[in-house]
């Protein structure tokens, strides 16, 4: 089956760090994303892992575990900005190597 | 650079209409994909297509969807006889190769309400 599981809600403090983990489950696997999305905005590309460890870029950085299936967004010295819903979404194989399997989002809260 | 274009941005259709949505992928892509995102739900993948080619349409209803992706212009999701349950926000992703190694770039979507 494919499945993608992760987190509902998470609330953090402003300068915090913050982890969002992700579980996946997918017919064909070939690379993981984190996207980001604003209240009402279009989906924006954070991160693409393929390789297991972990992938930094500035204040966020993203992880894989292939052999466990999982996944986990870090940020860093969270700001208000950050409030915002992140979305994983795996590659799935079916009858392509187009479509992507997404999460429904962790809607994440900065608060001050 | 223009990123993805859709348009529009709201529709609002009458139950039995139809609802043409439009998609201009970025310069220089030619893989388009369209997904679905129903309040509180998860993108949904819907369809991937190529120029003149269907390439994966495992998430399109077999009935009143089809899309398109023509050799010129935009691509269009077409959903005929709308009803409430397609109110949906619908979004549009291009990339410049196959999504499964290349980041999808998303479009503002289009905000479809059925009443």
């Known amino acids: 089956g494919q499945n993608i599981d992760q987190p509902t809600e998470m609330t953090a403090t402003e300068g915090a760090i913050v982890q969002i983990n992700c579980t996946y489950q997918t017919s064909g696997f070939n690379g993981l994303f984190w996207y980001q999305q604003h209240a009402g905005e279009a989906p924006t590309f954070l991160s693409y892992?393929?390789?297991?460890g972990l992938e930094e870029k500035g204040r966020f950085s993203s992880f894989l575990s292939r052999s466990k299936g999982y996944s986990y967004l870090l940020l860093k010295e969270l700001q208000m900005k950050d409030s915002a819903s992140y979305l994983c979404a795996a590659t799935n194989y079916g009858g392509s190597q187009g479509n992507l399997i997404f999460g429904k989002g962790t809607k994440l809260s900065v608060k001050p | 650079n223009a990123g993805v274009m859709q348009n529009p941005r709201h529709l609002v259709r009458r139950r039995g209409q139809e609802a043409r949505l439009r998609c201009s992928p970025m310069?220089?892509?030619?893989?388009v994909y369209w997904y679905r995102q129903l309040p509180e739900e998860g993108l949904k993948f819907m369809v991937y297509?190529?120029?003149?080619?269907?390439?994966?349409e495992s998430g399109m209803p077999k009935e009143r969807f089809s899309a398109e992706f023509p050799k010129e212009g935009p691509s269009i999701l077409r959903i005929q006889q709308v009803v409430r349950g397609d109110s949906a926000a619908y979004f549009c992703?291009?990339?410049?190769?196959?999504?499964?190694?290349?980041?999808?770039?998303f479009g503002p979507g289009t905000r479809l309400t059925v009443t």
């Open positions: 992703a291009s990339s410049p190769t196959s999504g499964s190694m290349d980041e999808q770039y």
């Open positions: 310069k220089g892509h030619s893989h």
């Open positions: 297509l190529q120029k003149e080619n269907i390439i994966d």
């Open positions: 892992n393929v390789l297991d």
